[in-house]
Structure formats: C-alpha cells, structure tokens
C-alpha cells in the first residue's frame, strides 16, 4: 500500500510545465513509478494527470492528445492480478481507485461542459472514456474473484507461481509496445519468446484452473461492441458509485441511438443512505415508507437515464447498489419491473461473453436439486426445503425420469451426483448461506460448499443455477466499499459456464422462498427466465395475501444473459 501511495505522489508533484518540459517530465514520472511500484496500472493516471495539466491551461488539442493513448492504455491493461495475497490485491484496487475515479469525471465533465470538445476528439469519444475505466474496474474485480476462488485449492502455490509470472509477461510485452522498457522485466527475451511462453503459460493455468478460463479470456467491449448486441427495446446501463462521495456516474448504451455519459441525481453518500432507508423499509414492511424512499431512489438512479420505448434493462452496478431491487422502484405509477424486465451483469465483457459464446450442449438432465432441512443451532431449521427440490424436479422432468432431487444433502451427495450436474440444465441449492472469513459458503450437512469449490468440482454448463438462501447476490460489506458488488458465489458460477443465476438481495423467509420457486419452475417450462420470475412473484403477492409485502419476493434478481 505504501508503494501504490509513493507513486501517486509522485505523479501529483510536478506542477503542469511548458509543453517540451512537460513531456519529459511526463515520462520521467512513468518511470520513476513504474520503478516504485514494479506495475504499471499507474501509467493511465501518468496519462491523466498530463491531460489534466493541459486541460488546465486551455489547451484541449494537446489535452485530448494525451487521453486518446489513455484509452488504448486502460483498455489494454486487462492482465490477472495474481501471485499476491487478498489483501494486497484490495489495497491495490483501494489505491488505483482515486485515478480511476477522476479519469470518469474527468469524461463526464466534459461531455457536460464542453461537448464539442468531446466531438472533436472523436465520435463518442467522453462516452467511450468513463465506459472503458468503468470497464477496467469491473472486469479487474471479476479477475480477482477468479483468482481468489482458484488460488483456494491444494495447487495453489504453484498456480500462484504461474499467474505471477503470466502476469510479468504481459506487462514485459506491454511495455514494449509502449516504448517504456523500464517496465521490462524480460528485456533479454525477444518478442516471439514472450509470446510463445505467454501462450504455452495460458494452456498451463485453463489446465491446472479451468474456471479461470473465462476471467482470462475477458476483453473490455468498447461502445460499438455492447451497442451491436443489443436486441431490440434493449438498453444497457452501466454505474460507477464509488465516487468518493460525489455524484456517481453512469453510461447508458442503447442500440437504436448514441451512448450517454450522465451523473446521478444524488452524491454517491445520500444515494448510500437511500438504499439502507429502503432496504429498512422493505424489512419492516412499512409500506409508505417504502414508496416514499423508492420514489426518491427511483429519481436520484433512473430521473437521468432515457427508458422511453425500453423493455428489458441490463444493470452493471457496482458497490452496494447490487442490494438495490431496481425491479421494485415506483416509476410514473408502477414498479419498474411491471414497465420492463430487469436484470443484472457483473460487467460488460461478461455480457458479451454470454452474449457471443454458445453452449453448444445437450442438457441431458432436465434439473438436479439440493436441499437441507435440518441444521445445527444457531441456524435454524429449513422445514419445505426438501419439498421446494422434489416439488420442482416434478415440474422440471418433462417425462424424461432424469430430474435429481437430494434432500438433506451433504457435499459428499454432490461428488455423487456429478455426473448427473454436468448434464444439467438448471442446478438448484434450497439451503442456508453464511459468510465466513470473508467468503459465502452454501451450508450443507456435512460442512460448507464454498465458492472455491465450485470452481474447482462443479464440472457445469448450467444454463440457471438458482441460489435459494439468503443473500446470495452480495459481496461483502469490505469488497463493496472497493466497488465489487456481487458475491463471489455468484461470480464462481460466471466462471464455470453458468449462464443465468437467480439469487437473492436480502434474508429471505422459508415458506414464501418455496412457493415462488416452485412457481417460478414451474412457469420456466413456458417463458422465459423474467416472464417467469414476474408471474411468481406477482402469483404470490395476489394469492396469498400474509406474503403481498415486497419483502417475501422483491428480493430475488436474475443474473447474467
């Protein structure tokens, strides 16, 4: 941490100087924190900060001289940070954050203030900006919960030692390319060299850690990649939140119109108090309280965004935005979720991995279930679970006599069942979920499914895993104030193929858990994953008046594509 602090003081010494002045000193800064710091992440804030110095003195040409190489730089920085403990990769993310942060604002600022400016350095050019920094924070956070829930395993040392080395080389061939071999650590190798090791390094760690095969394998979209996968009456909107208490900003892309860099309508503090007021509000079920506190969170996250002729809603949140139920948010009348479908991506490389990579399986198991009713005190006991799993493998078997239900499951019924998941089309927990040294684990009889191990048994190409426990969509309390948002549960099954996940924002009570996934199984056969989620919920709070409150069923999201 104080390595990454050195170097940002670095960087914010030099006070802006003359133009040939300045770009000698601008490499000089490169160098001396690429030395600090042995990384160079912190050559896009060395890109920055001259940007800013030129900006500073009106001279926007040479400004945006300097931001059009940021771009490139920040996109290309896409390498897994590895071969360090957890620790250090959170105060690494922690101490990139500010750079990241201005780097948005910095786009937002002038997309707002001085738009030709914005026209002139290209099209869509501030949009595309904050989208790739956006990008770089999201995808670099879904590499590190890779990387963590693979590092977990009996090879971790030695997979360790591969992604370190994975990792120099990249930035051996990086630096390269950039003309800045201080950064070179490989300086004896020829180019061809770095690129065969890299390749053959690659083969190595899918081998020892196929779930990695994914994070690896993400690129940031720009724009124009995420705009061409638009369906019709799509839009995408990405947020940025941790913005050290200021405005969030976010990034909408439409495919019938050009993208729009805006901020919300709330600094990011009050933004955090509204969704604790509504999430308290949705617990004690005052039903009041509740619309008063969504229609104010419904302005300070929607007011700006154009929703005119949406019918589905891709969110990529960051932080503790990933506990707002934006499905639930009063909109002209209505909760959002009656006026569209919503749901959730973890960032916009995984959307265009779902988006673009076909399964090319044949689900030969329609369903495999697990379920556990009994535990020992302080948790309580889960009467209906093990029906909630027999109930849907009715549903689900279509006459196939393939559908696995295993109640009061343990871990060891789940090697059992493994060749029966790598068949399956929807995997199902009905159990408790607890978070213990800062990660979740699915509470079973005989011990704890963690994420690490899901990636490292679960041999799966699920198109639905449902998460039936409580809080299986959040990260902790620690990764979100770093901008992770989603649980590393939920991103294990990203890693492992799973297409969609269903999971849930907050506790969740055991009967009405039962119920709406039986219905929303049972609606799954007909429709897809939204319509289905919709009618189940609505099926719950219209038939069984003890369960109308949003409390009982807001809280369950679909994630992925």
Known sequence: MEQYITAQAIFFSYPCYGKAEGKRKFTEMAIRAGRVIGD?????????????????????????ELMKPLVNTVTRFAVVDSGESDQQLLEETAALLPAWRNLVRFAENTQRVRPEICRKAGPEFCPELAWQVMEKIKGRLFRLAATRNAVRGPDSAALMAKLAEQK?????????????????????????????RLADLGGDIIATAPSLAIASGLHDPTLKDIRSLLRPGESYVSFLTVMDGRKPVFVQVRNDGSPVVGLAGEDALVIRNLVAAYREALRTKDAARENEVGQRLARALLGRIDLAGVNRLLLSVDGNLAGVPFALLPLQGKRLGQRMAVTYVP????????????????HQVPYVGFARERFTPPLPDLIGANDEVRNAAIFMDGGTRRAVAVTDAGKADIIRQSAAIAEARVLHFATHAAIQDGFLGLE??????????IVQ??????????????????STAQLAEH????????????????????????????NATRILVTQFLERLRDSDAESALAGAQEDLRRLRPEYSSAYFWGGFILMGD
């Open 444 to 453: 079973l009889g005989d011990g704890r499914l963690e994420s690490y191990e």
């Open 40 to 64: 160079f992440e912190l050559v896009a804030v060395a890109y920055y900060n001259r940007a800013v110095c030129y900006w500073n003195t009106n001279d926007f040409g040479n400004a945006f």
């Open 483 to 510: 901008g992770e948002a989603f649980s590393d549960m939920a991103r294990a099954f990203f890693s492992i193929g799973t297409r969609r996940l269903l999971v849930t924002q907050w506790p969740i009570e055991n």
């Open 457 to 474: 048994t679960l041999n799966t190409r699920a198109e639905l895993a449902i998460l039936s426990a409580c809080n299986t969509a959040q």
């Open 168 to 196: 120099a080389l990249l930035i051996a061939r990086e630096s390269n390319r950039l003309g800045i071999p201080e950064f070179n650590s490989f300086q004896s190798l020829p180019p061809a060299t770095i690129d065969s």
């Open 347 to 362: 960032s916009g490389g995984i959307f265009r991995h779902l988006r673009t990579t076909q399964h090319h399986v044949v």
